[in-house]
């Protein structure tokens, strides 16, 4: 994805160890658990599109054109929506957009002919509190399934 992706790891030496043993144990649950997160991860996004708020759940700063028109930011003609995907990885999870201009939305920048125009960040993909506990819940539940 050459757009804007998100591939978390995992630190916690005990969240590594469940994750191992559902790898080894069982992995057919191993990829049903990564395919729950990648779902539910692109729902967050396009959740997050849809209700004009960030990852983290703050409000959404609305783009020049979106007030213009009048409509929703990032959501015009659903071709950045829509482009949210997620690809199971060696071990992981990959969630993001493939389309260019993915990143420029999600960490903003200047753009456009000489860089004229400055493209406020909406990072509309991200883990905080709420998204690190609803994965937690996932792998919880994989490895339960195990046991």
Avoid at 36 to 54: A, P, S
């Amino acid at each position: 994805m050459s757009g804007v992706q998100l591939r978390a790891g995992f630190s916690n030496d005990l969240i590594r160890l469940h994750l191992a043993r559902l790898a080894i144990a069982n992995a057919e649950g191993y990829v049903t658990a990564r395919e729950d997160i990648g779902e539910y991860m692109v729902g967050e996004v396009q959740d997050n599109i849809d209700g004009q708020k960030l990852y983290d759940g703050s409000a959404m700063p609305q783009s020049k054109a979106a007030i213009k028109r009048p409509g929703k930011t990032l959501i015009d003609k659903h071709h950045l929506y829509d482009s949210y995907v997620f690809q199971l990885a060696p071990g992981a999870v990959e969630i993001g957009s493939a389309l260019v201009y993915a990143a420029i939305h999600h960490f903003g920048g200047k753009t456009g002919r000489k860089k004229k125009t400055n493209i406020v960040a909406r990072p509309v993909l991200g883990v905080g509190p709420k998204q690190e506990k609803r994965i937690g819940d996932i792998l919880i539940d994989a490895v339960g399934a195990i046991q």
